[in-house]
């Protein structure tokens, strides 16, 4: 059964949400991406479309995690062995893998291989869910509702990098360098702080209110359920084009400069806000750079800045009951106060 | 099918020809409702709701899945079992109807590991789940809005890709699983509405609690029709000015959701199919309408201007209760009459067909609703969306999770054998390799042992009861605002559910139904205004209804009651010191009998004796408030006793 999925670029809108996305694409260091808003907004459209976005990856032959050939800290226990001498490569989609609501904790983190038992008697590993992600995204619709125990264990692999899995006697540790994308509803309850703080970026996604774009998303998505094959069809020049912005973003995302300028910029903004930690100065950097490597830009300036702090750090204000501020107002008057209207 | 608005009748007629006699029905009903809702003639009005509720089964029998399905509000009873009979019939024997019980487990929502097969084997077999084997077919939740959230979820993300994707048991599987949804919903004005997210995907709401049995007549199709209609449907074309008049009336009627508009367009398509319209009409569109955008209305548009008006005749059927003395206010400012861009197409053509949309959608409100809309009380998705949180916490245990027992966590049994089965050939190996004997019948290692996962903590739900009355209250209302925020802060962080009851004049309000979410908390409250008489008693008999309705949802209630304790209104709204406290007094007794873990906090200017003597007869801790600064008041809160 092949699954088609709506092409990105045919999103109508949500312009901070498909920005969002391509940042942590251009750069998986930035943490991940978090999309909360109101129904139907096309949230999880966005990161399945990312799927058939994104550019092939180079994998070693062979290798479970589909490791990077040119990756010499990989914690994988295969790819020594096969790395040696001149280790065969292959071009493989990057993973974009959608966490199923209600899976168990021994397929997400990996668990012994069921059939090998049955069959052969023998104990051995059945990598999971973190390890089909490696390199890729790992996507969790309604994370607001994911289970705290699965949460935790998530974010911890996210931020380390690394799975470590002891079962049954066995010890098995495997890269897991993934992006973790949530997307969400706030009303039907929020996070946890504490988790808000683990992703990158933040987007608050709106249902369109004017007619026109209305009437586009609906006309896309009808005729996309009509005919996809057709439909996919005519995007494709536009998310060739999306595509070439990724990978040319990607070479060029080393030579970006950030002069002290923008690193200036960043404290001064984050300052204003009194965020906590480095946190926040840091993504808002890596984030702007990802940018100008979008844009093709040389160098981190204004422009970046603006259009990716209020993503970085809308999530990251400080709490204050007494002060019913959205947070995206607050992060907008602090650059206004910066960079002037 | 609407003959004052469709003054040409040709499409019209040969919709009202093709379907069969409930269709007429239900059509004539349409055409006469506005006149005659208002007068509650029930006949008439039964007549039309289930000329809906007919249209509703015939359209999900045509495109199941496309439509996603009907949220059937309808308590046990004949008339709800006729419909469901009556959409058996209209669908093809051999495309199954499913009934899922609401608290079904994953491993059979989703499928799992067929143990039995499994062992058997020597390899790993997979079951399908529920949602599987309804492929093709409806699935049928009786109770939907008892649905935990996480449940609720997993079915609207099979209801978006037509697939089970299971990550269990150490397998993975896909299974194609497009199939509609008849959410059975029977609650009522107190409970906790159906899950959001599902009725966001559900084409139809559709209510059958007014109707009686004689109410309840004929489908709106035959099976046959629906043979050729689904073979009608791929082909049935929309053009542009239809489609830009679902959205629009979208717009107008306050839908903000942009599933709605796609829905009604579906549905469109599917009335087009029965009647046999290779392309969608004007009268279909009217349809599709009334039943998809019209019960998601949460306004009521504004009139159009007087000059637009439209060539033909204008329809009789102005919404009833019409004029409003004021129109309503938007609750949104911008999106609003009329469209911001004109269409391309024909600007006229467009904004009158969008006009007759609305019209048709506005009478399938019941008028009671209609009034209340037009009060701009309808509110926007809002509402009672948060306490859907309270529902999700409810007592249950939520499956197993890996792990021994420890911290009064309790094992698993059934799944910890489960877990151990399929290793005993490989652990007896094991033993016998290492040269002993194994021990007992089954190898159990720590390993396998799974405990059932209960609720992590029993939730527990603040309700604040605010004297927001004119008394010595009002000089503190903003003092205790404050002390709330602070609380609702904590509240917050610690994942409980915060509510807010206020009182004043004559009438207590339930401010905000219990939810987590501390941004419309906190809207509430600043929007909150003080004054008028002290209805002390009624803000008590409303904390206590909401307690037992938070402990019903299986949650534990705390009551926070910030009052002078100086009450001059009565239970039935009449002023009078001495009836009113007696009123006070005796509910505060009924709380007491509850049982309910309570605080009374004086917010008078001195501590005063009234609240004191209030705080006795509930029951509860009392603390002044000029002496507890909002930080100690907050520890004081905290340190309540809370039973588990």
């Known amino acids: 059964m092949a699954t088609s999925y709506f092409p990105f670029s045919a999103i109508v809108g949500q312009d901070e949400m498909k920005l969002a996305i391509l940042c942590a694409a251009v750069d998986p260091r930035i943490g991940g991406v978090l999309v909360f808003g109101d129904r139907g907004t096309g949230k999880s459209t966005a990161v399945r479309a990312l799927a058939a976005l994104l550019p092939k990856m180079k994998a070693v032959v062979g290798c479970r995690y589909a490791c990077d050939p040119a990756d010499t800290s990989s914690s994988c226990e295969q790819c020594p062995t096969l790395k040696a001498g001149k280790p065969k490569t292959h071009l493989v989609p990057v993973p974009v893998v959608d966490l199923p609501l209600g899976a168990t904790e021994d397929r997400v983190v990996g668990a012994l291989d069921l059939e090998k038992a049955l069959t052969a008697g023998i104990k051995a590993f059945e990598p999971g869910l973190l390890a089909r992600a490696h390199r890729g995204f790992l996507y969790i619709d309604e994370v607001n509702l994911l289970e705290d125990h699965l949460v935790d264990l998530l974010i911890d692999v996210a931020a380390s990098g690394e799975n470590v899995v002891e079962r049954e006697g066995l010890s098995v540790r495997h890269p897991a360098r993934f992006v973790l994308v949530g997307s969400g509803n706030p009303e039907e309850g929020e996070l946890r702080p504490q988790l808000l703080d683990r992703f990158g970026l933040a987007v608050e996604v709106r249902t369109p209110q004017d007619i026109a774009s209305r009437v586009e998303v609906v006309r896309r998505r009808d005729s996309f359920e009509q005919d996809s094959a057709a439909f996919i069809e005519r995007w494709r020049k536009e998310d060739d084009r999306a595509r070439a912005r990724i990978v040319s973003a990607r070479k060029h995302l080393a030579e970006v400069k950030v002069p002290d300028s923008a690193l200036e910029r960043a404290a001064q903004l984050c300052m204003g806000l009194g965020t906590d930690g480095l946190r926040g100065e840091l993504t808002v950097i890596r984030a702007a750079r990802a940018l100008a490597a979008l844009d093709g830009a040389p160098e981190v300036g204004d422009s970046q800045i603006r259009r990716i702090a209020k993503p970085a750090l809308r999530h990251r204000l400080r709490r204050d009951p007494l002060d019913d501020t959205d947070a995206s107002v607050r992060v907008e008057r602090v650059l206004t106060e910066l960079f002037g209207a | 099918m609407n003959p004052a608005a469709s003054p040409e009748g040709s499409a019209g007629a040969a919709l009202a020809a093709d379907a069969a006699s409930a269709v007429s029905a239900a059509s004539a009903a349409s055409a006469d409702s506005a006149e005659l809702l208002p007068a509650a003639d029930s006949g008439l009005a039964g007549l039309q709701a289930w000329g809906n509720a007919a249209w509703a089964m015939a359209l999900l029998a045509v495109d199941p899945h496309g439509l996603g399905g009907v949220q059937l509000q309808a308590g046990a009873g004949p008339v709800r079992d006729h419909w469901l009979a009556g959409l058996r019939a209209l669908l093809p024997a051999y495309e199954p109807l499913r009934r899922m019980p609401g608290h079904i487990a994953d491993e059979r929502l989703l499928g799992g590991l067929d143990l039995s097969a499994t062992l058997a084997s020597g390899r790993p077999v997979a079951q399908r789940g529920l949602l599987a084997e309804a492929h093709g077919g409806v699935v049928l939740v009786p109770m939907a809005e008892r649905l935990s959230a996480a449940t609720a979820g997993r079915l609207a993300r099979v209801l978006d890709s037509a697939e089970v994707s299971f990550e269990r048991d150490g397998l993975s599987?896909?299974?194609?699983?497009?199939?509609?949804?008849?959410?059975?919903?029977?609650?009522?004005?107190d409970d906790e509405p159906l899950a959001a997210t599902l009725v966001d995907r559900l084409a139809f709401i559709t209510d059958l609690r007014a109707l009686s049995q004689r109410d309840a007549g004929e489908s709106a199709a035959s099976a046959d029709d629906i043979v050729a209609a689904r073979q009608r449907l791929p082909q049935v074309l929309v053009d542009e000015p239809t489609l830009q008049a679902l959205c629009g009336t979208a717009v107008q009627l306050g839908v903000a959701s942009l599933r709605a508009s796609l829905l009604a367009l579906r549905a469109a398509r599917a009335v087009a199919a029965l009647a046999g319209h290779p392309e969608v009409t004007e009268e279909d569109a009217v349809l599709a309408a009334r039943?998809?955008?019209?019960?998601?209305?949460?306004?009521?548009?504004?009139?159009?201007?007087e000059d637009q008006a439209p060539p033909e005749p204008p329809p009789p059927e102005v919404p009833p209760e019409d004029p409003p003395e004021q129109p309503p206010e938007p609750p949104r400012d911008d999106g609003e009459t009329p469209p911001p861009e004109p269409?391309?197409?024909?600007?006229?053509?467009?904004?009158?067909?969008?006009?007759?949309?609305?019209?048709?959608?506005?009478?399938?409100?019941?008028?009671?609703?209609?009034?209340?809309?037009?009060?701009?009380?309808?509110?926007?998705?809002?509402?009672?969306v948060g306490a859907l949180t309270a529902s999700q916490r409810g007592g249950r245990p939520v499956g197993t999770r890996i792990g021994a027992p420890r911290g009064g966590q309790r094992l698993h049994l059934v799944e910890t054998l489960r877990a151990a089965a399929p290793w005993q050939g490989v652990r007896r190996r094991a033993a016998l390799e290492r040269g002993g004997q194994p021990a007992g019948r089954i190898l159990v290692s720590t390993d396998d042992l799974r405990v059932s996962r209960m609720q992590q903590r029993a939730a527990t739900a603040t309700l604040f009861v605010l004297d927001a009355s004119g008394s010595a209250a009002l000089q503190r209302l903003g003092e205790a605002k404050g002390a709330i925020n602070l609380l609702l802060a904590d509240c917050y962080v610690r994942r409980d559910q915060v509510a807010v009851i206020t009182f004043r004049g004559r009438s207590a309000e339930l401010l905000l139904p219990p939810t987590r979410s501390l941004v419309r908390a906190k809207r509430g409250l600043a929007a909150l205004p003080g004054g008028g008489g002290t209805p002390l008693a009624l803000g008590m008999e409303a904390a206590l209804h909401l307690a037992a309705q938070v402990r019903r949802s299986g949650a534990t209630p705390v009551v926070v009651l910030l009052t002078d304790g100086r009450a001059n209104v009565d239970r039935h709204g009449a002023g009078g010191r001495a009836q009113a406290e007696a009123d006070a007094h005796a509910v505060a007794r009924q709380m007491r009998a509850a049982r309910l873990t309570s605080m009374v906090i004086d917010t008078s200017a001195k501590p005063a004796a009234a609240a004191q003597r209030l705080a006795l007869e509930m029951g509860a801790a009392y603390r002044a408030l000029p002496y507890a600064g909002a930080a100690a008041l907050n520890a004081a809160v905290q340190s309540l006793p809370r039973p588990a």
Do not use: I, K, M
Not at chain 2, 178 to 188: M, S
Not at chain 2, 292 to 303: D, H, I, K, S, Y
Not at chain 2, 365 to 374: E, F, S, V
């Open chain 2, 173 to 189: 599987h896909r299974w194609p699983a497009r199939f509609g949804l008849v959410a059975g919903d029977e609650g009522g004005e």
């Open chain 2, 291 to 305: 039943l998809v955008l019209g019960p998601r209305a949460t306004r009521v548009p504004q009139p159009p201007a």
């Open chain 2, 343 to 384: 269409p391309p197409p024909s600007e006229d053509e467009t904004q009158q067909l969008e006009d007759r949309l609305v019209e048709a959608a506005l009478a399938a409100l019941p008028a009671g609703l209609l009034a209340q809309l037009q009060n701009g009380l309808g509110g926007e998705q809002g509402g009672r």
